[in-house]
């Protein structure tokens, strides 16, 4: 057996293992704080490129509270849209008469029938018109006037109504007449072509009511018979040498029921060798179409 010295020794070497793992593991924890503390130390001194340093920090800070950001304000609104201008003819109601029309010829009892000439007598329904010596028919020539009339006064506005279609028969001329009281217009302007006997014969020329039967059928229709007649002036169109700038009539059936401001026109005389190949060229009907369309801006203008 050995001493208890032996024994004692003998236990002390048997411990000597566990003693050197311990402190290899103290150790290693050791170097690994002081690892953890190196880079920590080195983050705070700004080794990192990203990370400012505290006197950065405080610069920014002082910078910041000299010159404060505004408030953020509410964010703007979009402007409201603005609302398109008014078209210079808004407002304004007109009636175009194109004369005569297309089945009147084969309708002789329709037209012939007699109606009120509005001053207490009868006067036939409608007449079939005036043609060139060609063959170019005035109720063709009316139509196609109007119809670009039409389209040129709704550009500027205005609403238009037409007595009659491209073709049919009639109207009979006192229901024309009345037209701008039935659809509560402005005024109206009954187109048409002259057929006088002389080739000589040229021009145009405005009509309305010589003794007015009311206060619309004086001063007003007047004035817009001026504004007519100079509007196709400026347009180069000639007088008529043949009758009176502005003829007074009463034997006017559509004019004599007009209860608006009121005039006939005779554009062009169908028989002269110039005006007749004129009429049919569509340029020139276009000018026609501008000039009346101009002198209803003009009359409109002055209320």
């Known amino acids: 057996m050995g001493t208890p010295d032996d024994t004692e020794g003998g236990a002390a070497r048997g411990h000597r293992p566990r003693r050197g793992i311990a402190a290899a593991v103290v150790a290693a924890v050791l170097v690994a704080a002081a690892g953890i503390w190196v880079g920590v130390t080195y983050l705070l001194q700004g080794g990192l ?3 400012p340093s505290a006197d950065t920090v405080a610069e920014e800070v002082a910078a910041s509270s000299a010159n404060p950001r505004p408030a953020a304000g509410p964010t703007p609104s979009a402007p409201p849209p603005t609302s398109a201008p008014a078209l210079p003819l808004e407002g304004v109601r007109v009636v175009l008469d194109p004369g005569h029309n297309s089945d009147n010829a084969s309708n002789p009892r329709t037209i012939g029938a007699q109606v009120p ?3 207490g007598g009868t006067k ?5 018109g005036t043609s060139t010596f060609d063959g170019y028919p005035e109720h063709a020539f009316t139509w196609d006037v109007a119809d670009r009339t039409r389209a040129f006064l709704e550009d500027d506005g205005a609403e238009v109504f037409l007595t009659r279609g491209a073709s049919g028969v009639g109207p009979c001329v006192d229901a024309r007449g009345q037209a701008p009281g039935v659809y509560e217009a402005d005024l109206m302007i009954s187109i048409h072509g002259n057929g006088s006997e002389s080739q000589a014969a040229r021009g145009f020329f405005v ?10 059928q004086g001063e007003p229709s007047q004035m817009l018979a001026e504004d007519v007649a100079s509007s196709l002036e400026e347009a180069g169109f000639p007088v008529s040498n043949v009758s009176e700038r502005i003829g007074l009539r009463n034997d006017l059936a559509t004019l004599n029921h007009a209860t608006r401001p009121s005039v006939m026109v005779e554009l062009a005389e169908f028989r002269n060798p110039e005006e007749s190949q004129a009429v049919q060229d569509p340029e020139v009907r276009a000018r026609y179409a501008r000039a009346l369309a101009d002198a209803v801006a003009v009359w409109s203008a002055r209320d």
């Open 124 to 128: 036939a329904c409608n007449t079939v």
């Open 117 to 119: 000439d509005g001053r």
């Open 207 to 216: 009509m309305v009511v010589a003794t007015p039967l009311h206060e619309l």
């Open 49 to 51: 490129p990203w990370a």
